[in-house]
């Protein structure tokens, strides 16, 4: 079975530049969720989808930052204008519908902003 | 909202002995607590998870105590090796909501 598949592994910008991330779930997984790690921290949620459906984005800087799922399967998060902070690793990962929770995570996307 | 603390932050230990990383969380309410291994360059990957209704859970070297009433949860792992020298995370979550993850403990195993 194939895992969560993310794309560019990794990208370098300029900052104030745009740059999109990419997410492709596990076939069958309806709940998707892009993630923010920094160095030497846990990941933190930016986004939570149950289908099409923003479930939970409190987290999600929504100045900069925006995501969309459409057809309830892929899913890509930009940033717009970047920013030297926003350099981290974004992680996606997705799940069965919500009562089963394990979550398989993608290898990320390494952003360095300069 | 959930916070989770973990430590040690690094844990060395030689080949063979047992690794022990702990883990506290704030919300009572949380029933479901997973752990995940990441290696460098990957993202993190499910080796065990835990519900409420059980106190412990095993699978081969690796297994998870949970105490509900003392708010903390445990991962033990038996006869190290060094592939499994890696960084490791708890979390928490109420079942079908979002995890909250702890800060992570560098595991380093030395042969």
């Known amino acids: 079975e194939a895992g969560v598949v993310q794309s560019p592994r990794y990208k370098i910008i300029e900052k104030k530049q745009p740059v999109a991330f990419w997410c492709n779930p596990i076939s069958g997984h309806n709940t998707l969720y892009w993630y923010l790690q920094n160095l030497g921290q846990g990941p933190e949620l930016l986004i939570r989808?149950?289908?099409?459906?923003?479930?939970?984005d409190s987290q999600l800087p929504k100045d900069r930052f925006s995501a969309e799922r459409l057809k309830g399967v892929d899913s890509t998060l930009k940033i717009q204008p970047a920013e030297l902070g926003d350099s981290a690793v974004y992680l996606c990962a997705s799940s069965l519908p919500s009562g089963v929770d394990t979550q398989y995570f993608g290898p990320g996307t390494r952003l360095t902003v300069l | 909202g959930e916070n989770v603390e973990q430590h040690p932050s690094t844990l060395s230990v030689q080949e063979g002995d047992s690794a022990v990383i702990k883990c506290t969380y704030s919300d009572s309410a949380s029933n479901y607590f997973p752990w995940y291994k990441q290696e460098l360059g990957k993202g993190p990957q499910l080796i065990i998870d835990i519900r409420s209704n059980v106190g412990e859970k095993k699978d081969q070297r690796i297994a998870v105590t949970l105490n509900k009433t003392a708010k903390h949860f445990s991962l033990h792992i038996t006869e190290t090796q060094p592939e499994d020298s890696a960084v490791y995370f708890c979390a928490a979550s109420i079942l079908g909501s979002t995890l909250t993850f702890g800060k992570g403990t560098m595991l380093l195993v030395s042969p």
């Open positions: 989808y149950e289908n099409e459906e923003a479930v939970d």
